[in-house]
């Protein structure tokens, strides 16, 4: 596993405006960045473009793109918006792109389902035209808000409906770590994981932005690592600590702290 294949998540560092991440990211020789629209829009989206570009780094994904919810007679709207977003996503060469469902609402998951799918086969078309793929991200439970897929092995279930190999989805440790058989899981499905985030979960916590690094929770990390890897996943590993911690210690030393433990949990999977 070379280290060009390394991430850090621009959302590990919330208070930083993009070009403070891009300058901290270069001086700590971290290669490539997971990036949210939201703080690509608020900085600036020519502005944001040129300086990655100019910088040299990779971007691992675009993420938040707003794919709350399909339903009619909104699911128009939503797709303009979101072929906007995927316009920026292809500007800057990103990996993928990452939709998430939105929630059930009053409809039956199995419905709810049925309808994410019909919108994907709508976004697919966009995606290939700029060169994209697109992967699906499963939430934890605790956020119905976001998205009621929340296990990876129903989110495989759905790429496999689909059946296109520009859809895939994200591998992301804190989300779905917690299935009895995530190693399985994870050896079916490697070729269609898109993306990879490790965070590790806290041995106590009521909230999704309170992460730790491996090692330091309760999840198998290492084993999901070696799982993956083993697979034959050659993706990036993307940091994605999340957590008012970082606050505390400062980001400069959040960043160092995701730099030691990613090399620690490396040699933890791989021996």
């Avoid at 990779?58 to 128009?76: D, K, L, M």
């Avoid at 996503?89 to 419905?111: I, N, T, Y």
């Avoid at 709508?122 to 808000?145: N, S, T, V, Y």
Wanted: proline residues 4%; contains cysteine.
């Amino acid at each position: 596993m070379r280290e060009s294949r390394f991430a850090i998540g621009e959302i590990t560092t919330p208070n930083w405006d993009l070009g403070q991440c891009i300058e901290a990211w270069c001086r700590y020789e971290v290669p490539a960045m997971g990036l949210s629209a939201g703080t690509l829009e608020a900085y600036g989206r020519k502005r944001g473009v040129q300086e990655l570009k100019d910088s040299g780094l990779a971007v691992t994904n675009y993420q938040g793109i707003g794919c709350y919810g399909f339903e009619q007679p909104r699911i128009s709207e939503v797709i303009d918006s979101l072929v906007d977003q995927m316009d920026a996503a292809a500007e800057l060469d990103v990996d993928c792109v990452f939709v998430m469902s939105g929630p059930r609402k009053h409809m039956s998951w199995q419905d709810s389902a049925k309808q994410f799918v019909d919108a994907l086969h709508m976004l697919l078309p966009h995606a290939k035209e700029r060169g994209l793929k697109l992967a699906i991200e499963p939430i934890h439970p605790m956020r119905q808000d976001l998205s009621f897929i929340n296990t990876a092995r129903d989110t495989y279930d759905l790429v496999k409906q689909v059946d296109d190999s520009s859809l895939g989805y994200v591998f992301d440790f804190w989300h779905l770590w917690f299935d009895p058989l995530i190693d399985d899981i994870i050896r079916q499905s490697a070729h269609s994981i898109f993306n990879v985030q490790i965070s590790d979960h806290k041995k106590m916590t009521l909230r999704t932005l309170d992460r730790t690094v491996p090692g330091e929770g309760i999840a198998p990390c290492a084993s999901m690592l070696r799982a993956i890897e083993e697979a034959g996943y050659q993706g990036y590993y993307e940091m994605e600590i999340l957590s008012p911690d970082n606050e505390e210690m400062g980001y400069p030393a959040t960043i160092e702290r995701s730099i030691e433990s990613y090399r620690q949990l490396v040699k933890d999977a791989m021996g």
